[in-house]
């Protein structure tokens, strides 16, 4: 097969070890793990990483050779990877936190006839059976399933267009890889560890971008450390391609918060399949915060700092593809201020007692952003920082060994597109899918923060809450308190985007941009936020705002440039943690900015700041009404006394 034939001669993982590392030596902890999953999966082969270099050489050879990945000359280090088109975003409808009583994994809805949307729930006997169902010899070579091989093209590259497929029996057995990583800085004070075992080369390639991964992790557990247990397979079914085998049949996706542990299985795709993030950072991460009492969210971390020299981090959460990778590494479009880039998707968030504040750190080592719309005038910095040691997945090939979406500047004169499912661009379709991604290394970033890797984080002045709202909802307002910020975050809402399998536009309830990621009860998810309030006494808790980028005029065009301009949203919210009460004017939803008070200075055109600022009293009762319904009908009881409070202030404020 190419995969042998490729391997030939040439050392595999398991020997000679780069570093004599093997399952005998792993500490007996993660050894039992190791062998248990063993037993389980039967590879044919294991290999623990140790992180190198060296390592990675092999694995990108190994990658290379099974057509999984293709070098793109026209960068350093960089590959391009097309999944199987089945398996190209988080499946949501599958994916399940598993706890002894329902009750603490989601919220029951106030009836039967309600379907619950705010996660899924199985339970720990059903997640056996599904368990045993897939994961027995799921590495193991198998000659009774058909699989599919092909003839390279005369290009010699995976355009499976030109790929004659053939059928044939069996594939070999596969190696598992024992990656252990850990969730912020190596040994920092909110960093945590964990192991994820998997068959997926690709996955143990990118989870080396997107955590910090190898020998210094296996010290901090040979001490003894506690880690999560991450279980990962891409699967095997009938008719499967070599280049990216996967099972999106059965694709499956399982935490059990109560044993800290995760079980992915059949697809490759990043959320599905780096369990570091969404399972880790944020499922598992907000119960073992909770249990600590700190917050695991989904939201970027950045520094500003004013022409005064003022510097200030704030957080903000964002649905999926909202823009949370452009505000993060934004390149400020006023002069004298300075963005600085701490992290893009996740935030753990933790009360530091010498500052009194918040102290957010970014569990992770990399980006995972979406490509389309990405380039040199959005996001320079995120441009910059994927010319070299990156991994793009599911984005269009050019004629000059580069890669292409929709929204980048146009390639050179003569140069042409392959698409990403290999076939020849004509326009006629996309070049690169909707939820196409870049990955790359967070320490490559031109605008990466000084303080990035700080194991105690950085002080948190203000958390931005935000969706793609096309209608009603002000480019900016400001909570009147803690507990009303809560109830912002609760009911957020915004346009579904390609990151997930959800259909069209449609404005979807996605609170506090975590519907996703709960990994518990989204009503005690609420009173552990409002708690912070009282756990510390002497806490100085952030500001809310609400931002919206994405609202639209009368022809359906964007009100608002955003992008590098959103620095003067940002500036007015600099002059508000600074406690500027002269910028403000108080609305039924909160404080808006006050007329004049944002600087649209050099803007062209101009835009319409009252239209952009407006309330409409109408729209705000609808959208309270629908907040209060969705709280009321999904999390029924479980909705703490004080949101409910929040939501009959703000219905009797819009009445008035
Ligand atoms: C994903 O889609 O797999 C992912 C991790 O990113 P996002 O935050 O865009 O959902
Ligand atoms: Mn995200
Ligand atoms: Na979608």
Redesign the pocket.
Known sequence: SVVKASLKNKPDYAAPRLRNLSVNNLPSAVRRFVEKSVDLCAPADVHVMDGSEAENRLIVEKLLADGTIVKLPKYKNSYLTRTDPKDVARVESRTFISTKNKCDAIPTPASDKIKGTLGNWMSPEELERVVQDRFPKSMSGNSKIRYLDFTASSAGNNFRHVRKINARNGFPGRTMFVIPFSMGPVGGPMSKIGVQLTDSPYVAASMRIMTRIGEPVLDRLSKGEDFVRALHSVGRRQNMLPSWPCDPERTVILHKPESNEIISYGSGYGGNSLLGKKCFALRIGSTIARREGWLAE?MLIVGITSPDGAKRYICAAFP?ACG?TNLAMMQAALPGYKVECVGD?IAWLKYNPKTKMLHAINPEAGFFGVAPGTNWKTNPNAMATMESNSMFTNVGQTSDGGVWWEGMEPPAEGVTITDWLGKPYDGSSVAAHPNSRFTCPASQCPIIDPLWEAGEGVPISAILFGGRRPEGVPLVYEAFNWEHGVMVGAGMRSESTAAAEHQGKQIMHDPFAMRPFFGYNFGDYLAHWLSQESRHGDIVLPKIFHVNWFRKDEQGKFLWPGFGENIRVLDWILRRIDGDCSILESTPIGYVPKENSINVEGLSPTPNMKELLSVPKKFWQREAEAIETYLKEQVDKDVPEPILEQIAKLKERLSE
């Open positions: 989904h999926s949370k998707d």
